[in-house]
Structures are given as C-alpha cells and as structure tokens.
C-alpha cells in the first residue's frame, strides 16, 4: 500500500479486444497498473481507490475491457502507463483512446476556492492498437471531431471540409513516414470515435463519465 503519494490518478477508456483474448492475457497486459496499486493479481488490483467507480473489467461476452479506475501514485505512473499500453497493443482489436488524469491530492474539491497556477492537476491521452495505422487512424478521428466541435461555433459545417482535409494530409504524411520502415495498410478515412485531448488547461469534473 501507498501512502503519502501526490496524486490521484483516474485512468478511464474502452478499449475492444480481440474474440481469441482470455482473461489471463488481459491480466498480463494489465501487470504494470495492478502490480502499480500494490496488487498480487489484476482480480485484487481492478478495484478503483472510489467505490462508486466500476474499475478493471473484462467483459468477455462483448470482447470489451473497460476501465474506469483511480489509484494513488505519483509521477512515476506515466512510464507504467505506457508499459501497460505496450500490453494492450498487443490484445487490442482495433485503436482506442485511453485518458489519463492527474489530480493534486492536496486540493480541496469542495472547496469554493479554484486551483491556483501552482496546481499539479494534469491530463494525459493514451491510444492504443493492434497496428501503428489503427493508432493513427483513432488518433485522427478524434483530432476531426474536436477542432470540427470547436470550429463549428464560427463557421457552416460545410466551410470545414478543407480543415479536415489538411488534418488528414498530416495523418497521411505522418503515416507515410511509418511506411518507409514497415509494410502496412493505410489507414481508412473517416469521422468519429474517442473523446477530447487535453494537456494541464484546468481542472476536470472529477469521476464524471
């Protein structure tokens, strides 16, 4: 157990698996965050530190791993975070979003008082997949739908096609670099899936899904 540690961390995603996964291979791929909370087995370490969240699950029925839990820890969970992603890429069926935040431990949330600039809350995304051109692809969908959900306050939706346009020549040009080193299919093109991105930029509703 852990005490003392400056941050609770909210880790919340879907990510679809493939229908070959058992529950075994998700426990493996999950090792860094269930070992992280102090946990012996990811049945102990699925449990979030709120009650009121559901945590790890394993919905083999739906070929679903849902993960809505919050641990204590500290910085050092980034690289854990990323060990697990590595885990997840390797049982994932297509690209998911994974979001990552950090909230200061010290802050009072029911407090009236808004955190000040020396607040540590911090907000990370984490995208996982079966292939760099399913990561890109989600990647790319969510790019689309934030800055089409921003820009649509000032503009018609069909101002926007050149906007998405030029999202999606950054999404080639970075994917064509992939292709000189590796053999894969280009991503397909298209709206939608995953949800915003953020870094720092204030505090979010806390446990709010």
């Not at 009121?52 to 809505?68: S, T, V």
């Amino acid at each position: 157990m852990m005490y003392n540690m400056p941050f609770e961390i909210h880790v919340h995603g879907d990510i679809p698996l493939r229908p070959d996964v058992a529950l075994s291979q998700v426990q493996e791929a999950l090792r860094p965050l269930w070992t992280y909370a102090g946990a012996d087995s990811l049945l102990a370490g699925a449990r979030s530190s709120y009650e009121e969240e559901p945590g790890i699950r394993f919905n083999a029925k739906e070929h679903l791993l849902q993960i809505c839990w919050t641990v204590n820890g500290d910085e050092d969970f980034r690289q854990v975070m990323e060990e697990a992603c590595m885990g997840l890429n390797d049982i994932a069926s297509e690209g998911a979003p994974i979001e990552v935040s950090f909230y200061d431990a010290q802050y009072d949330e029911e407090s009236d008082e808004q955190p000040d600039e020396d607040s540590r809350d911090d907000f990370m995304m984490c995208f996982v997949g079966p292939t760099p051109a399913a990561i890109l692809q989600v990647q790319r969908d969510m790019m689309v739908r934030d800055v089409v959900h921003m820009m649509e306050r000032h503009f018609d939706a069909s101002e926007l096609e050149p906007v998405v346009a030029a999202i999606d020549k950054l999404f080639t040009d970075r994917f064509d670099a992939l292709v000189n080193s590796m053999q894969l299919g280009k991503p397909p093109r298209g709206s939608g899936g995953g949800s915003g991105s953020g870094h720092g930029g204030g505090r979010k509703p806390r446990h709010l899904h």
